[in-house]
């Protein structure tokens, strides 16, 4: 074990493991998935509520797991029973990893097919279909593209296969050279979509819309979402940050660098926010859209644009990298595990994983279509796959992360480990990972069950 955890492979430096945490922390969350919430939600008071939960539970957390990862230098799981052993507590702690791993697993396979629409859309935009096209026709394209079960097919392959060549690749190989460059275009073309936003005629109301909390709006079921999705959009409560953390050398200040990436997430969500808004009041449209709020949008604001095939091909494309980096750290944890414990070669692994994983996408990507009347408590496939793992198993695994990290684990190790130094940061991140953030994740689970 100790050999293994000394061979176990690093980043090349303190900026790849940040470059690589944003990568699993930006992506369709932001971009895709933080707007259409905010619109069925309500806007103001979801996106308020999704704040405070980014910086009093899901910063500490994301600090919390990637100290479990560096410490046990494994797979989730077996870093589970490796530090439980240590701190003399359960081995039934490894739970906690599978539950990671499992819930990886369910997100990639709905994951894959979405991306596959942002890959779709690389080619839609860039045809005459798409020039000075209006609300009605942009939505009319989106559900017949949607509907069409052979495109979700073709789609939610392709984007698999992508995802698996880089995943076996290896640490430095594949996910390291994936995320360097595409960050900061991605953020370059958000501006861009901004700036677009801010010239459509809808910008004041876009946001308003964004940034005036209506409490009024605001349900038990409204908060819960607004939780899962920053476990979401952070990527936590599933083992691939403490994955990533494994791979970190020592002497990095963990701190700094999950405020850095949590900074970054949010601000991408925000920027995409308020792109997106002010084109759907521009142009009459419906915030409460769902999935396909994106999809319905943009293509207006790119055919508006001069040379706007040319940045919406640019923009989906983005996205896509966006998705795939998110998607590495989705399946990396399992990955890892089949590696380490099935003694596979890591190609091999990816195999499995990949192909488990596009099967049990199928769920989805026929949910919108041939299997849209297939419905489990009142949900389709895919928003079901969605519930459970954002709303409940992200924060459940967060959970057992904060206790661990805050009660189980012995305080000097911790300590030591997080080297935050004399002041009083350690101790308010340890009040908030011990106090705060279980008791918050707590509340909200309980208020969502109409037990508050
Ligand atoms: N954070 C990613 C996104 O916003 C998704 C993700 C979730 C990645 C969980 C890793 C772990 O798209």
Redesign the pocket.
Known sequence: MTEQRLLHAQWSSRMAFILAASG???????IW?FPYLAGQYGGGAFVLVYLLCVVAIGLPIMIAETLLGRRGRQSPINTMLTLAEEAKASPNWHYAGWLGVTA?FL?LSY?SVIAGWSMAYIFKVNSALFEHIHAAAATRFFDEFKSSWEFQLIWHTVFMVATMVIVSRGVSGGLERATRYMMPALLAMLVLLDFYGMSSGGFGQGFAFLFNPDFSKLTGEGVLAAMGQAF?????G?G?IMVYGSYLPAHVSIARSSAFVASADTAVALMAGLAIFPIVFANGLEPTMGPGLIFQTLPIAFGQMPAGWLFGMVFFVLVFFA?VT?AI??IEPAVAFLAENLALHRKTACLYAGLACWALGLATAFSFNIWSEVKLFDKTLFELVDFVTANLM?PLGGLLVAVFAAWVMPRATVESELEMGPGPAFGLWHALTRYVAPAGIVIIFLDALGVL
């Open positions: 699993s922390a930006i992506g369709l969350g932001n998935k990886g997100i994951y979401f959009s952070l990527g936590l599933m691939s998705a998110s750290a989705l992200l």
